[in-house]
């Protein structure tokens, strides 16, 4: 019997000591207390003063007993479960990879050309990731142009839950917005008792750096701690313009922005769901646009990463986004050195895979080749398992030297396991590769895409789920209606 041996460990990245991330804490705290922060809502300012923080006109000031309660409160796992009842768990050591957002435009793949996203694009993204084994939540990556932009929302979770079966992503323009995707959730799941215990979509919401939260966010962030939605609010912060231009002074901020929201989600109710996020990103000084394809992201996501642990709180990571405008050799870089950093940081939910185009563009091309990327990570993040039947001392001693090692039992049995094997990437020599067309790894992508679109059919959606999604989308649609004429 062997003892104190560990056979097997994945690989990690720590880049804070935890007296760093100690510092950092206490930097924000310091913000909250001394600086202050803007609440736009009313309601949300009496829960707040209420609960023992000094608001003057819209500033409030919240003391760190206030900010140290809201921590303790807050879970420290998440579950998911889509419409295959997987259950998608956000919890320490657990990495998860998905899409983002609402992106203006879409990368056409026959014209090559950059367009206006449509409801179809939403479609054919949620079809595309209910295929591929590597993603495990959907989101729209784009915000589609063709429907009442007012209930963009709704259009959306009805697209992605109807043609993908797995959890989602979801925004909200407003609190409406916002009630009408718990209904269709509801509806969905069975209930909303049923959705508070297996919740389908994480929102995700946010404040407007410096230090601002709009009426809008707080009251979506107010409504998701009512049902129990799990929800991330993340700071979209952009160091050198929104914030400071140090990593660790934007972070300091973002921090700050994250935990006031954290305050009062945990006020209206304790215990709900909440997930730790910011969205870090530096402005590139010659052009004063976000860089997404840089280091500074993934080294701010293994931050991320490490003040979650601190905190004990699920994390919000990003990767698989570019600022390439085409798959190119830039974006298989980019690409492939924000997944590896998000994995070995631990983070748990990695959202925006399939951005380029400095996050302002769509690609399905993308999806697929950031899919590749996350196969090789996982296999990679497996480690290598060290024990009796790896070290293979018997198997050696019976072929000896000179031997081959191909015909045995024990190549036989191990072979899948220890080799990943792409799908994507070549491994041809030149003349079989010319042989079969001389594809290009973008040419083998796009066959792919058409492959999927033309033949994957995901698991049809019940007709009175579908029919009660119509019901509820309708009757925002006439209630927007009346407004206006009102």
């Known amino acids: 019997m062997q003892v104190n041996y560990q056979a097997q460990i994945s690989p990690w990245l720590k880049v804070w000591t935890e007296d760093q991330c100690h510092e950092l804490h206490l930097s924000s705290l310091e913000i909250l207390e001394r600086t202050g922060t803007v609440f736009y809502d009313k309601s949300a300012q009496k829960i707040l003063k209420e609960g023992g923080a000094y608001v003057k006109e819209d500033r409030i000031y919240i003391p760190p007993w206030m900010i140290e309660a809201a921590i303790k409160t807050a879970p420290e796992r998440i579950t998911l479960k889509g419409r295959d009842k997987k259950l998608l768990r956000l919890e320490k050591n657990d990495v998860n990879f998905g899409l983002g957002t609402d992106l203006p435009f879409f990368l056409d793949m026959k014209t090559r050309e950059y367009r206006k996203t449509v409801l179809q694009d939403i479609i054919n993204v949620a079809t595309v990731v209910d295929y591929l084994p590597n993603l495990d939540f959907v989101a729209s990556l784009g915000i589609a142009s063709d429907v009442n932009t007012h209930l963009v929302d709704l259009y959306h979770f009805k697209a992605m839950h109807e043609y993908c079966q797995k959890p989602i992503l979801m925004t909200a323009s407003d609190e409406n917005n916002l009630q009408g995707l718990i209904d269709m959730a509801a509806v969905s799941a069975g209930g909303y008792e049923e959705l508070k215990r297996n919740p389908l979509f994480l929102l ?45 002074g934007t972070l300091a901020l973002a921090n700050a922005e994250c935990l006031a929201g954290l305050v009062l989600h945990q006020m209206v109710n304790p215990g709900a769901p909440f997930m730790y996020g910011i969205v870090a990103s530096p402005a590139d000084m010659n052009t004063t646009m976000v860089n997404y394809g840089g280091p500074e992201m993934p080294l701010n996501y293994c931050v991320v990463g490490e003040m979650g642990n601190y905190y004990k709180l699920p994390t919000y990571g990003q990767s698989g986004c570019t600022d390439s405008a085409v798959l190119d050799q ?80 024990h190549t036989f049995k191990h072979f899948r396991s220890s080799n990943w094997n792409p799908r994507y990437l070549n491994r041809k020599d030149y003349q079989n590769w010319e042989l079969h067309g001389k594809k290009t790894m973008g040419d083998r992508i796009k066959e792919e895409v058409d492959s999927i679109l033309a033949g994957h059919n995901t698991e049809p959606l019940a007709e009175n789920t579908l029919n009660e999604f119509n019901r509820i989308i309708d009757e925002h649609e006439k209630s927007i209606k009346s407004a206006s004429k009102g």
């Open 330 to 409: 830039q974006a298989g870089i980019e690409a492939m050195f924000s997944i590896f950093a998000a994995a070995l940081s631990g983070t748990n939910f990695v959202h925006d895979n399939g951005y380029i185009g400095n996050g302002l563009v769509g690609s399905l091309e993308m999806l697929v080749l950031c899919d590749e990327c996350i196969s090789m990570v996982k296999h990679f993040m497996k480690g290598m398992e060290v024990n009796k039947e790896t070290l293979a001392l018997e198997i050696i001693h019976q072929i000896g030297p000179g031997g081959h090692f191909l015909a045995t039992d």
């Open 204 to 248: 995700y919401t946010e404040p407007i750096s410096p230090l601002l939260h709009s009426k809008e966010a707080l009251q979506k962030l107010m409504l998701a701690a009512k049902y129990e939605i799990p929800v991330t609010y993340a700071s979209g912060i952009s160091s050198g313009t929104t914030g400071p231009v140090t990593l660790a």
